[in-house]
Each structure stands twice: as C-alpha cells, then as structure tokens.
C-alpha cells in the first residue's frame, strides 16, 4: 500500500495560464474525491468519482475547472485560464467500498498552486 | 447546509498537559464524525472516527466521544507530546455520503 500520491506538489503559474494536476489513489480503492484547501481553512469539497463516473460536483467548481478520471485509476484536474483566487492547496483522496459503516478516505500530500 | 464549527488555536500547550479540542457539528441524519492531523509539510492523517451515537474513537493517546445529544465530537489527549504540534481538523461525513465537511482546524504548538 503506497498510499495516494500527487504531483506535481508545487506549481507556480501566471494568471490566465491552464495547469494540470495528477492523483494516483491507493489502488483497488473505486473511489475518488478532490478538495480544496486555502491557507488556514478546512479542505473544501470539489469532486468525486466512483470508478470512471464522477457522481458529484460542487458549486466551487466553476466551468474553468474540469476532472477526469478516465480508466477508473488516476485523475487529473484541471484548472483553465487560472486567476489569483484559484491559488490554492488541491488534496486529492481515495477510499475503498463501504467499511465499519464510513467511506474511510485517504489523502494524499497535495498539490499546492501559486498563481501570479 | 452541513457545517463543523471547531476553536480556534492556536492553541500553546507545554509538554505532558491535557489537551481538549472542542467540535460541534450541524448535519441531518446520523454521520460519522472523524479527527485528522496534518503535521507540518504533510498530508492530512485520519487519527480516529466513530459511526454512531456514544462509540468512542481513540487512537495515538487521542480520544473523542460522539454525543449526539449536544452534537460534538471533542478530541482530547491526556499528556501531550512535542510531536503532537500539528493542526487538527474535525470532520463529518453523512451516512453512505460522499464528501467530508471539515471544520475550519485547529493548530496545537506543545513546547518542551
């Protein structure tokens, strides 16, 4: 079990640029979430997938942003036309099927964006 | 909407004190409530969980009771360490849910 890993774990982008974010979750887990977390706040919920279909999307998630997950194994997220605001910690996780009555999720070390 | 309303830190603790972590929770139904630690240059760590009314969840010395009747999950320590300064979030996920909502954290600097 290498855990979830994320890269890259620094982008640094001027506004207006795309940039593109890679998660590789623990694997056999069916399920994906990405989060955001900005400096001295709680993670914020942005997506899910269980297997390829992503079941969920938060308002957070504006038309800039897109999430694929398309073998069902890794996902990418992608952030068109950045602007300052999207400046950001993006935490990937993953959790395997229903266990002890939770969705246990498992985090990876993040993606932080700096957009100037 | 769900929330989790957690104290703010930070909160300065000298080595082998007590440490509690209030957390209250606003959510429908019944969730499962769950503390991680993020230590320094690290990714979030899930510490302990508990599923239903009055489970305890306890792990590493950490301890938190889910009382339904006032709706918290406060995380406590009985003699903290110094590799205990991290900072700590509060989190519930609805039943067969899909998305955790955290609380704001909370940061814990124990000196020696």
């Known amino acids: 079990d290498t855990g979830v890993s994320q890269d890259p774990r620094h982008k640094i982008t001027k506004r207006g640029q795309n940039v593109t974010f890679r998660c590789d979750p623990i694997s056999e887990h069916n399920r994906l979430y990405w989060y955001r977390q900005t400096l001295g706040q709680g993670p914020e919920f942005l997506t899910y997938f269980q297997n390829e279909a992503q079941l969920e999307k938060s308002r957070l998630l504006s038309d800039r942003f897109s999430a694929e997950r398309p073998k069902g194994s890794f996902s990418t997220l992608e952030i068109q036309r950045t602007e300052q605001g999207d400046s950001a910690m993006y935490l990937c996780?993953?959790?395997?099927?229903?266990?002890?009555?939770?969705?246990?999720?498992?985090f990876g070390p993040g993606t932080r964006l700096t957009v100037t | 909407g769900d929330s989790v309303t957690q104290m703010e830190g930070p909160v300065t603790l000298s080595e082998e004190a007590f440490l509690t972590i209030n957390c209250t929770y606003t959510?429908?139904?019944?969730?499962?409530l769950f503390w991680y630690v993020q230590y320094p240059g690290e990714g979030l760590q899930l510490l302990l969980k508990?599923?239903?009314?009055?489970d305890k969840g306890s792990n590493k010395g950490f301890e938190a009771t889910y009382r339904k009747e006032t709706t918290s999950f406060h995380l406590e320590k009985g003699s903290v360490q110094v590799s205990d300064s991290a900072v700590y979030f509060c989190?519930?996920?609805?039943?067969?849910?899909?998305?955790?909502?955290f609380g704001g954290g909370t940061r814990v600097l124990v000196k020696p």
């Open positions: 989190a519930l996920i609805k039943a067969a849910g899909n998305k955790l909502t």
């Open positions: 959510a429908t139904g019944y969730p499962s």
């Open positions: 508990a599923t239903k009314a009055d």
């Open positions: 996780a993953s959790s395997p099927s229903f266990r002890d009555g939770s969705y246990e999720q498992y």
